[in-house]
């Protein structure tokens, strides 16, 4: 990092010196420049921009007067100076370039932040930060002079953080980076005012020169991700109390590309809340992916399948959501089923007229075709238990816009409602089923139990359903509840609309990114034989997802904040049970984001997704149960607030954490205020984190609001 004077004295004095030294060199001339290539076609780019007074001809040697290196002397006579300026765009230092040389520039006075600035410092422009090459510096300059660009060089790749950060505190800046570089070169300038451009496996440079497309198209392709680190980064804070009568935000951050397009767009198109069309693309997600994978958690895996809740009133749009997120699942159950009825019909017309011996060979060669049905929305959760344990089926989802039809049935309103809730939460967790029949019954049969089998259920109904069965002690004390992702959205009914004819025209059918999508599910319905996870004789196994390197520690550091919210006068105190699961539920949703991308690791940034996602579903359970008391604001508020306040005015907004400590209100200091901290980190409202033996705390940006 690079340090900057301090007070006004030493900056005023640095400012001066550096003045001083580049007024005793005269500009160079192209003559000067002749035999360097580079440095000529530079020259010729500093002409055409009006700025050639930025190249001097440095006829002597410089004794550095500012900073560490005072009183040394580089050897800079006849050289190229290139005059390096301030976020004021005052120059206030020198690089020395030696010509025809590949001798790194000899930055004058490192302590000064600057930059080779190739245009003209303006808000109207958009500023990009580079640390390339001079060679490729002109060849970007060309490529993005038409598009009112300005360059922040960086002659030393080390002290381009410290450039970044001090243009960031006067003018937005943008940097550029490849995918296997997006961490290390976002995470510098997270809650700076800095917007990171990912341009997948090409550089900038590299699309411009050999993929042959403008500057302004190669943000808008497909594998171009465009990080506002500011916001992205640190993400919305979560309310840290909850409003009973107002439904939680949708955490629509915690998707990205294909899948947060689609999330969009089942919301346009069918006029649902984004939290009803995201549950539906979980439920998607987990009926297609928990036959391929497993997720992990703790020594071992366990089931990706998810149980998903959503209220929603009659006509509210269910039905036209899951129609969008489902398409091509209820197609390939359409397609299934009819190969079924046509391989049945040929097997009872090959039996027919069998007898004895023939009959008894030919059933033992050709087993009766199976019903492929692994979609249901109206059924009993006993025959489904029955087709898992005889071996019809493996993968099962539950899904239905009429909940009501698995709350209100005779199963859970009867005297057997307890064995199937324990039956349902011991197939969620374990994958495993088991049911004993009487071997008198009309129904006996010797199989008992299966095991490795998965089912999802997407349960959407009105609140008059809903409402009973979550505050059901039964369905709560079995741990059902505990296991599911809740979301009670705001009713758009009144506010959508329907006689806009250029909406009408926009049919969902030809939308490229859902077109994408239903692609993807459709490969990964009825993937190649290639592509089936198998072990070395063949056999179907379910791929063990496997954690990035650091996204286990991420994980568990998100678990023992959930942890830590449990304890006494905590806000999750009375939620232990459902508490205790959200861990796994992130878990299962970053295998299966991760899945849908088509890998088998999960990183750092799937799981915090993840947990976004979990802690929306918390909420809405907190909110629907009004567990949460209103009115006077709670610890966590209060501290949240004081911190805001006292960061208010600091670039970035950060408090020593011993500051924090000796400060704080005295209410809340002590034992409590780690405690404090940690649940302000979970929300999204600071980070912890180290700078050598200095504790920080970070405030959220969104927090800090101009007064």
């Known amino acids: 990092m690079t340090t900057t004077p301090t007070n006004s004295h030493e900056k005023a004095r640095a400012l001066s010196a550096g003045l001083d030294m580049i007024g005793r060199f005269n500009a160079a001339t192209r003559q000067g420049l002749a035999d360097d290539n580079i440095l000529l076609n530079l020259y010729n780019l500093c002409e055409q921009l009006g700025i050639q007074d930025r190249l001097l001809h440095l006829d002597s040697d410089i004794t550095i007067t500012t900073g560490f290196d005072t009183g040394k002397r580089e050897l800079t006579e006849n050289t190229i100076g290139l005059v390096l300026n301030n976020n004021q765009d005052q120059p206030v230092t020198l690089a020395s370039v030696t010509p025809n040389s590949t001798q790194k520039p000899i930055i004058i006075d490192r302590m000064q932040p600057s930059a080779f600035i190739v245009g003209t410092l303006d808000s109207g422009n958009e500023i990009i930060a580079v640390d390339d090459p001079l060679e490729d510096v002109v060849k970007l300059a060309y490529y993005l002079i038409a598009d009112n660009v300005t360059l922040l060089v960086s002659l030393d790749k080390l002290l381009f953080n410290g450039m970044v950060s001090h243009f960031a505190e006067a003018y937005p800046v943008t940097i550029f980076t490849t995918l296997d570089e997006k961490d290390k070169a976002c995470q510098p300038f997270k809650g700076a005012n800095v917007k990171g451009v990912i341009t997948g496996a090409r550089t900038l440079l590299e699309h411009l020169e050999y993929g042959e497309l403008s500057y302004r198209e190669i943000l808008t392709l497909d594998d171009t991700t465009i990080l506002d680190l500011q ?67 703790g020594h071992g895996h366990m089931p990706a399948s998810l149980i998903l809740i959503t209220e929603g009133e009659s006509g509210s749009g269910k039905t036209q959501a899951m129609g969008l997120t489902h398409f091509k699942i209820k197609e390939y159950e359409r397609q ?125 109904g009105q609140r008059v359903v809903l409402e009973q069965a979550l505050t059901d002690p039964l369905m709560n004390g079995q741990g059902f509840l505990a ?93 232990k049970a459902y508490a205790s699961r959200m861990a796994e539920n992130a878990s299962r949703i970053a295998s299966l984001m991760a899945f849908f991308e088509g890998r088998k690791v999960i990183t750092t940034d799937d799981i915090a997704r993840a947990f976004m996602l979990v802690e929306y579903s918390t909420s809405e359970r907190l909110r629907y149960l009004d567990a949460t008391p209103t009115g006077e604001q709670n610890d966590s508020e209060k501290l949240s607030s004081w911190l805001v306040d006292k960061a208010r005015g600091k670039k970035p907004p950060t408090l020593n954490k011993s500051f924090v400590s000796q400060n704080a209100p005295n209410a809340l200091r002590g034992k409590k205020l780690n405690s404090l901290l940690d649940d302000l980190e979970s929300m999204g409202h600071v980070r912890l984190e180290s700078e050598g033996r200095r504790r920080l705390v970070c405030i959220n940006p969104k927090l800090i609001t101009d007064e």
Not at 502 to 531: E, F, G, M, T, V
């Open 483 to 575: 296991r599911a992702l809740i979301a009670c959205p705001e009713d758009l009914r009144g506010h959508r609309v329907w006689d806009d004819e250029k909406r009408r025209n926009d049919s969902p059918y030809d939308n490229p990114d859902l077109i994408a999508y239903w692609s993807r599910c459709q490969s990964l319905l009825d993937p190649l034989p290639a592509h089936l996870p198998n072990d070395s004789t063949g056999t179907p196994q379910r791929i063990k997802m496997q954690w990035a390197e650091g996204a286990e520690q991420t994980f568990y550091k998100h678990m023992q904040a959930i942890e830590n919210r449990q304890a006494q006068g905590q806000a999750l105190e009375y939620l």
């Open 336 to 460: 299934q089923y009819g190969n079924y009825l046509d391989d049945i019909a040929a097997w009872d017309s090959e039996k027919a007229g069998l007898k004895s011996k023939e009959l008894a060979q030919f059933l033992e060669d050709n087993p009766k075709p199976q019903n492929p049905k692994n979609l249901f929305d109206d059924a009993t959760i006993e025959p489904i238990l029955d087709r898992f344990i005889s071996g019809e089926m493996n993968n099962a989802s539950w899904t239905t816009d009429e909940a009501g039809q698995f709350f209100n049935g005779h199963t859970m309103t009867g005297d057997t409602a307890g064995s199937a809730l324990s039956a349902i939460t011991k197939l969620y967790s374990d994958g495993e089923v088991s049911r004993l029949r009487s071997q008198k019954s009309a129904y006996a049969t010797p199989q008992t139990d299966a095991h490795n089998v998965r089912m999802t259920l997407l349960l959407q």
């Open 231 to 297: 916001a992205e980064i640190w993400g919305e804070p979560e309310p840290l109390a909850n409003d009973p009568s107002k439904p939680t935000p949708y955490p629509i951050n915690a998707f990205t590309g294909l899948l947060r397009r689609v999330i969009e767009l089942v919301a346009y198109y069918a006029q649902v809340p984004l939290a009803m069309a995201g549950q539906c693309v979980l439920g998607a997600l987990a009926h297609m992916g928990q036959r391929f994978i497993d997720a992990p958690m």
